[in-house]
């Protein structure tokens, strides 16, 4: 009769963990591929078996090292289950490891007066193997859709998170109290340059850390690729958003111990204040604006209006129209007077281009930033050449001194290798002594182009063409230029004369601008400050010993005969 009876407690027990177990690979099964979900289900899921087991508690202790995915890792204990009758102090554990590389430990605690046998603890580790295949199904499910909705890099959100994000503050009736964002970094390639470039991801990861730091409730950055983002944030935060991403320092560990990079950022921003139908409606202004802050206006900060549009649209039919209106011969010469300080005299010209298309002038500020976006400007720039050359083989023969006159070229320049030789033969074309031509190139912070700026430079002196840095003291190269550039002529940038006639504002303008023209003349260089429009300006840099300049204050740009009339028909 006992044995009768330990036959059916035995069979009775088999068959409840035979249910047990069925009970919770259903409930496994059942539910969705995500961490969250799977601790959830547990409880459900081991009530079955806990009484057939002699469970009181189970729980897991993770411990995921970092990875692009957790960028800090994962350490945390989670209860998976527990009995309302509590749990002793009997105890057993099992580590596996998982598919991150890190551990994952589950330890189950004997109900309350109760033990495990040795067949328990067979059945655990049965239990155990299933808990562990459906925890790291849990983890994967979660590590994909992470990888579907976030950037792999830097484990912020995605283009398609940001964009299902507009959906729900559309659906909400809110979007129109956020101002979108699409900012890019500010010359960020300079990191890969000073640091390995494996720390320039730690510093892109670092970076999208800092503006997640700033988000707040349904505001939301997405990383689009590179070092280029979107944003949503409420309006009454959007200023305070933009005074953050100006400046964000990463401080990272290098050979040479801890280093601070600085990186601010350059954004077009839209105010939103209608509602949207689809996405597009969003990222096509923010695109345009920030086409607008980098390439037409060069601002830091730039919103989006229709008029902005407009500006976009008129650069764009610039491009289409260019090689056509080339050929027509619409791109002209204009020269702006240089004059000597020392005796007020014309001492040669700057030649500007301007483009008189359908009897209109186009201002430079339309077709400039726009052929300049792809380098088409080269085109330009050596037609302006061949038009001096014109000009300054016609004066020569006319008995005429044309002094120097300089020509603009872009930084495109800089990539062309056969750059000197195509300007020699420019010259040899039209039989000019290259002792007439200056060719001013504008400073540069990037490193491979400043080192080809300086390697042309040099050979343009070896032939005898002058060369000038334009825009000077408006790069953070300034230093430098100075000490390894072999150029003749520093054009010192507006910015710092236009102030000089102020007593309160120009003061710094006035020490500074001293220092460059007392350095530069030292190192038998030229200085030429443009942007003169007052007599003010002019007297303090005959003060200092500004060799010459040029501005509204004695001429603005001219056509070709009226610049002939005010030099030569005296």
Known sequence: MDDKRLVTEYEKQQYREKEGYKELLEVFVNTPMDLEAYFTASQKALESLADALAVGKVEVLLDIPSNPILPVGQAERRVLFQSKDGFGDDSYFETYTTMEQGTATYTFFAKNGQYFTEENKKELHHLTLLLVGFGGRARMGQMLQHIITHDIVTGVPNLRTFIERIFELTEKKAICKYDAYFLNTKNFKYVNKIVKYQQGDIVMMKYASKLMDFIDGDEIVARLGGDNYVALIRRERSEDFQKYISGIEIVIDTEMGMRSIVLGAVAGVYEIKEEVSSSADIMMPISMAMQAAKHILHKDIVYYTPELSQKILDGQ???????????????????????????????????????????????????IPALEKDGTICKLDFEILRQVCVIIKRWVSEGKDPGKISVNFSRWHLRNINLVEDVIKMLEEYDVDPKYIELELTETMDLEEYAMMARCAERFKKIGIATSIDDFGTGYSSLNLLKNLEVEVLKIDRDFIKEIGNQNEGKKDRVILSSIINMAKAMDMQVLAEGVETVEQKQFLKEVNCDMIQGFLYSKPLPVDEFEKMVYAK
């Not at 007020?344 to 002038?361: D, K, Y």
Request: proline content about 4%; overall charge negative; aromatic content about 10%.
């Open 317 to 367: 039919k610039v491009m289409l129209d260019f090689d056509e209106s080339l050929e027509k011969g619409e791109y002209v010469v204009y020269l702006q007077p240089k004059i000597r300080v020392e005796d007020e005299q014309v001492c040669g010209a700057e030649a500007l281009a301007r483009w008189i298309h359908e009897g209109q002038m186009i201002s430079p500020a339309t077709f």
